[in-house]
């Protein structure tokens, strides 16, 4: 049987190989999703109707039931395992808050609209909120949606849900991935994950010999630390602050 | 008109495509022989209960089948949409390697790599589906229209020793010169636009 014929996996390290397949796995309790963008964020210390962890900080577009339900969906795209930890510890949410104020707020409406539905879907599919689903329910709902099939099932996704999918797991995969002065890939969690040893203006043939033995150590700077690279806007609101804060 | 008798039209145009089982006759005809293919669930011509789709927990169905064909060493069942695809059929499902001991398949076979088959069908493999996933994805029809789903049934003469991977195009080249038996139930679903 020839590789590309394998199933595609879902465990963490085929996604990383492939940065394309599905990955899966649970978190924990939301209330209803509001279906408006007015609602002021509230930090991590509001306590919800269940006792499940929350929303770890605060968001500036997302709502805090908006934040929990993104992180249940970033931990089941890269989970924490065995390899180590997952776009939850990289706060990649975090990273796609912040870009939905700036390079990604095009897509600001289509995350508001798109949570919401996924939250009614959930409901009517499976009869419950995501976050309180069993872990395979949680994963079943997620590939329903993936593959577009949630679209037609009357929750309100404007568009095919596969584009919402498609949407969302890019964005966990830049915030995983993405330098952390974008607000992810917090404590360059992303970069050891998958061994990238940083960035680097100069490379030695011996860094070179180093690296393909393993044996180099990770540098971990973000790219902005060097006044050669051009800081991206991705707040032009966030004045007097430096991302990544 | 009632629910059974309102996709009876489409049961009838899948049988004049000759999707539907075989006859008796035909079954002389061909050598191939007609399995009884049945579930606890759902009924040829009927609606398919929203569990086994997206609008509900989209768990694969029970499925069971007698009357193997004397003979048979292996089984396969593949459920396919002959009304979509580019070219038809789109594949929901696709299950091989199912060992001639058993008489169906339980509701709900496993859509992760760590779930294990149940010890009944002990080898049996989920290929890949139209989405190119090893498990089962039911029906999600554009709303209004309805679809035959058909699940069949095959019985051959020796087990085929499939890896895992598979489509429905590689299982039909793989039981070339083996197939023996085949036997079809065909539900129907469709679904409805969200109101206004």
Same mark, same amino acid.
Not at chain 1, 102 to 108: F, Q
Not at chain 1, 131 to 141: E, R
Not at chain 1, 155 to 181: E, K, R
Not at chain 2, 94 to 122: K, R
């Given at each position: 049987?020839?590789?590309?014929?394998?199933?595609?996996?879902?465990? &963490?390290?085929?996604?990383? &190989?492939?940065?394309?397949?599905?990955?899966?796995?649970?978190?924990?309790?939301?209330?209803?999703?509001?279906?408006?963008? /007015?609602?002021?964020?509230?930090?991590?210390?509001?306590?919800?109707? *269940?006792?499940?962890?929350?929303?770890?900080?605060?968001?500036?577009?997302?709502?805090?039931?908006?934040?929990?339900?993104? %992180?249940?969906?970033?931990?089941?795209?890269?989970?924490?395992? %065995?390899?180590?930890?997952?776009?939850?510890?990289?706060?990649?949410?975090?990273?796609?808050?912040?870009?939905?104020?700036?390079? #990604?707020?095009?897509?600001?409406?289509?995350?508001?609209?798109?949570?919401?539905?996924?939250?009614?879907?959930?409901?009517?599919?499976?009869?419950?909120?995501?976050?309180?689903?069993? !872990?395979?329910?949680?994963?079943?709902?997620?590939?329903?949606? %993936?593959?577009?099939?949630? *679209?037609?099932?009357?929750?309100?996704?404007?568009?095919?849900?596969?584009?919402?999918?498609?949407?969302? !797991?890019?964005?966990? #995969?830049?915030? *995983?991935?993405?330098?952390?002065?974008?607000?992810?890939?917090?404590?360059?969690?992303?970069?050891?994950?998958?061994?990238?040893?940083?960035?680097? *203006?100069?490379?030695? /043939?011996?860094?070179?010999?180093?690296?393909?033995?393993? %044996?180099?150590?990770?540098?971990?700077?973000?790219?902005? /630390?060097?006044?050669?690279? /051009?800081?991206?806007?991705?707040?032009?609101?966030?004045?007097?602050?430096? !991302?990544?804060? | 008109?009632?629910?059974?008798?309102?996709?009876?039209?489409?049961?009838?145009?899948?049988?004049?495509?000759?999707?539907?089982?075989?006859?008796?006759?035909?079954?002389?005809?061909?050598?191939?022989?007609?399995?009884?293919?049945?579930? =606890?669930?759902?009924?040829?011509?009927?609606?398919?209960?929203?569990?086994?789709?997206?609008?509900?927990?989209?768990?694969?169905?029970?499925?069971?089948?007698?009357?193997?064909?004397?003979?048979?060493?292996?089984?396969?069942?593949?459920?396919?949409?002959?009304?979509?695809?580019? =070219?038809?059929?789109?594949?929901?499902?696709?299950?091989?390697?199912?060992?001639?001991?058993?008489?169906?398949?339980?509701?709900?076979?496993?859509?992760?790599?760590?779930?294990?088959?149940?010890?009944?069908?002990?080898?049996?493999?989920?290929?890949?589906?139209?989405?190119?996933?090893?498990?089962?994805?039911?029906?999600?029809?554009?709303?209004?229209?309805?679809?035959?789903?058909?699940?069949?049934?095959?019985?051959?003469?020796?087990?085929?020793?499939?890896?895992?991977?598979?489509?429905?195009?590689?299982?039909?080249?793989?039981?070339?010169?083996?197939?023996?038996?085949?036997?079809?139930?065909? =539900?129907?679903?469709?679904?409805?636009?969200?109101?206004?």
């Amino acid at each position: 049987m020839s590789d590309e014929r394998k199933p595609r996996g879902v465990t &963490r390290r085929d996604m990383l &190989r492939s940065a394309g397949a599905a990955g899966v796995t649970a978190v924990v309790g939301v209330t209803s999703l509001p279906a408006t963008a /007015e609602t002021p964020p509230v930090t991590a210390v509001e306590q919800t109707t *269940t006792s499940a962890p929350m929303a770890r900080e605060a968001y500036e577009h997302l709502t805090v039931d908006e934040a929990v339900l993104l %992180e249940a969906i970033a931990d089941h795209l890269i989970p924490a395992d %065995e390899h180590g930890p997952g776009a939850v510890d990289a706060h990649a949410v975090r990273f796609i808050d912040r870009a939905l104020g700036g390079a #990604l707020s095009n897509s600001l409406d289509a995350y508001h609209s798109g949570l919401a539905a996924f939250d009614r879907y959930c409901r009517s599919s499976r009869g419950g909120s995501f976050t309180s689903l069993s !872990h395979t329910d949680q994963v079943s709902a997620l590939i329903d949606v %993936e593959t577009g099939a949630a *679209t037609g099932a009357g929750a309100g996704f404007v568009g095919s849900s596969a584009a919402f999918f498609g949407m969302v !797991h890019d964005h966990v #995969l830049q915030g *995983t991935f993405g330098d952390p002065y974008y607000g992810g890939n917090a404590n360059f969690v992303g970069w050891d994950l998958i061994g990238y040893p940083g960035v680097r *203006t100069a490379v030695t /043939e011996n860094d070179q010999l180093r690296l393909e033995a393993n %044996e180099l150590p990770p540098f971990r700077r973000s790219a902005y /630390e060097w006044d050669n690279f /051009e800081k991206a806007s991705v707040n032009a609101g966030r004045k007097g602050r430096r !991302h990544g804060d | 008109m009632p629910a059974n008798l309102r996709y009876m039209h489409l049961a009838l145009v899948g049988l004049g495509l000759g999707l539907g089982p075989t006859s008796t006759t035909a079954v002389a005809q061909s050598g191939i022989h007609t399995i009884v293919v049945e579930s =606890p669930v759902m009924a040829s011509g009927e609606t398919m209960p929203r569990t086994y789709t997206p609008d509900g927990l989209n768990l694969s169905p029970p499925l069971t089948w007698r009357n193997l064909p004397a003979g048979t060493r292996e089984v396969a069942v593949v459920c396919a949409d002959f009304g979509a695809g580019n =070219p038809p059929p789109w594949v929901h499902w696709i299950v091989y390697g199912i060992p001639a001991t058993a008489s169906g398949l339980p509701e709900g076979l496993p859509i992760m790599s760590d779930q294990a088959m149940p010890d009944e069908l002990a080898g049996a493999v989920q290929g890949h589906n139209g989405w190119q996933r090893p498990y089962y994805r039911g029906p999600a029809p554009p709303a209004g229209t309805p679809h035959l789903y058909h699940f069949t049934v095959y019985a051959f003469d020796q087990a085929l020793l499939l890896g895992p991977g598979l489509t429905r195009e590689d299982l039909f080249e793989a039981m070339d010169g083996h197939l023996i038996g085949r036997g079809e139930l065909v =539900p129907v679903y469709e679904r409805f636009a969200a109101p206004e």
